[in-house]
C-alpha cells in the first residue's frame, strides 16, 4: 500500500459512526503496498485496516473483492473479514474514495522466503482455488492479454528509456504469447498477485492471506505461474529450484495439477511476467510520486521473462510425477 489519499480525524470519525467499532482512538497511514491507500485504524473494539480504494480499483468490483474474502473465510481460509456497517454495506466513501474497513489479520510477510515458506503458500493457494469454486460472483481477468496491450500502449515509446532494446523485446514476447496462450485449463477464482507481501506467517506457519484486490476468474495454473515468479527467485535474480519444488509440491498435494497445466506452465510463468512487467512499467513512466509510495522495479520482471523464453519445460520449476 501507501498513502494517496489523505484524511482528516474528522472526516474519519464521521465515517465511522456510521460502524458499530466504538470510537476512534488513532489511526495512521501504512507505508507498504502500492494500490491503495491503507491505514491501520484503533478503535474501541480493537484494530482495523481502513482502505481506500485508488486507480486500480473499480468500484464496481468491490463488492467481487470483498465477497470474495467473506466467503474464503468462511471455507477456513484466513484472510480478513469486511466490517459490516450499521446498515448492512460492506463500503462506503471516504475523502472521495470507495472505502472499506476489513478485520486485522495478525503476522508478517517474509522478507527473505524460504522454501518452507514456499511450500506453505502453494498449499494455501490451491486451498484457496478449491474454496473458491462455489463462490457466486465472478469476474473476467482485467489484467490478461487484452489488459497488457492496454498497458503496453501507454508506454511502449518510451520503454528503452528504461533498458535499451526493450520495446523489441516486449514486442516479440506479445507475439508468442498471443499465438500460445491457453484458453482451455481448469479455471476459478484466482488470487492473481500473492505476492511475499501479501502472505502473512505467525513463525513459520502461514497466519493468512490479504490483498484480494486482483483476484478474478482465470486459470488456477496461471496463479501457481505467479506465486513461482514471486516467491522462487533469489535476489541475484537466479530461479531457485529448491523452493520451486517446494511451491508445487505444496500445490499439488491439495490440487495436483492436469498434464495439460504442467505443459503450460512455462508460457503461463511468461505471461505473468510480463504482466508484473507492464504494470510496474506503466508506474515507472507515469508516477504516481505521491508521499509514501514506493516505485517497484521493471527490470527484475524483464530478467524472469528473459528466464522463462529459455525454460523447455516444467521440470525446470521442480515439478514432481503426481
Ligand atoms: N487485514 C490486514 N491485517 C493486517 N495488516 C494489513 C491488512 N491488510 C493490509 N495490511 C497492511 O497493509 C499493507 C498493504 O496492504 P495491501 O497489500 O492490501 O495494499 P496494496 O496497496 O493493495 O498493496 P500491493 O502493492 O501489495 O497491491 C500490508 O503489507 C500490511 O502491512
Ligand atoms: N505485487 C505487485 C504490486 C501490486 O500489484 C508487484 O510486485 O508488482
Redo the contacts with the bound molecule.
Keep these: 500500500?501507501?498513502v494517496y489519499t489523505d484524511i482528516t480525524e474528522v472526516e474519519l470519525g464521521a465515517f465511522l459512526r456510521e460502524y458499530d467499532l466504538g470510537e476512534l482512538l488513532s489511526y495512521k497511514g501504512?507505508?507498504?503496498?502500492?494500490?491503495?491507500?491503507?491505514f491501520?485504524v484503533h478503535t474501541g473494539s480493537g484494530?482495523?485496516?481502513l482502505?481506500l480504494y485508488?486507480k486500480r480499483v473499480e468500484k464496481a468490483d468491490l463488492p467481487f473483492f470483498l465477497g470474495l474474502m467473506e466467503h474464503l473465510a468462511k471455507r477456513g481460509v484466513t484472510?480478513?473479514l469486511p466490517v459490516h456497517r450499521r446498515d448492512g454495506a460492506v463500503m462506503g466513501e471516504l475523502a472521495g474514495r470507495p472505502a472499506a474497513v476489513?478485520?486485522?489479520?495478525?503476522?508478517m510477510?517474509p522478507r527473505r522466503p524460504t522454501a518452507a515458506h514456499c511450500r506453505e503458500v502453494g498449499v494455501a493457494l490451491a486451498s484457496m482455488h478449491i474454496a473458491g469454486a462455489d463462490f457466486a460472483l465472478s469476474r473476467p481477468n482485467a489484467l490478461s492479454i487484452d489488459g497488457w496491450k492496454k498497458l503496453w500502449s501507454g508506454c511502449r515509446e518510451r520503454a528503452d528509456e528504461v533498458e535499451q532494446g526493450l520495446e523489441a523485446e516486449v514486442a516479440a514476447d506479445f507475439a508468442a504469447l498471443e499465438a500460445g496462450w491457453p484458453s482451455d485449463l481448469p479455471a476459478g477464482v484466482i488470487h492473481a498477485?500473492l505476492?511475499p507481501?501479501?502472505v502473512?506467517f505467525l513463525g513459520d506457519r502461514l497466519s493468512?492471506l490479504?490483498?484480494?484486490?486482483?483476484a478474478c476468474n482465470d486459470a488456477f495454473a496461471y496463479d501457481v505461474a505467479t506465486c513461482l515468479n514471486a516467491w522462487c527467485f533469489e535476489r541475484d535474480h537466479a530461479f531457485n529450484l529448491t523452493k520451486g519444488t517446494a511451491l508445487l509440491a505444496g500445490y499439488q498435494s491439495v490440487r495436483p495439477l492436469s498434464p495439460a497445466e504442467v505443459e503450460a506452465l512455462p508460457l503461463l510463468c511468461r505471461g505473468s511476467a510480463l504482466r508484473f512487467m507492464l504494470t510496474r512499467l506503466y508506474d515507472w513512466l507515469h508516477g504516481p510520486d505521491g508521499a509514501m509510495v514506493k516505485k517497484?522495479d521493471p527490470l527484475e520482471y524483464v530478467r524472469k521473462m528473459r528466464f522463462h523464453r529459455q525454460i523447455g519445460s516444467a521440470a525446470e520449476y521442480g515439478i514432481q510425477p503426481q
Design positions: 500500500m501507501a501504512i507505508a507498504e503496498g502500492t494500490e491503495n491507500s491503507n491501520i484494530s482495523y485496516i482502505t485508488e484472510c480478513p476489513i478485520t486485522f489479520l495478525e503476522g510477510w498477485d505476492f507481501d501479501n502473512f493468512g490479504i490483498d484480494f484486490y486482483f517497484r
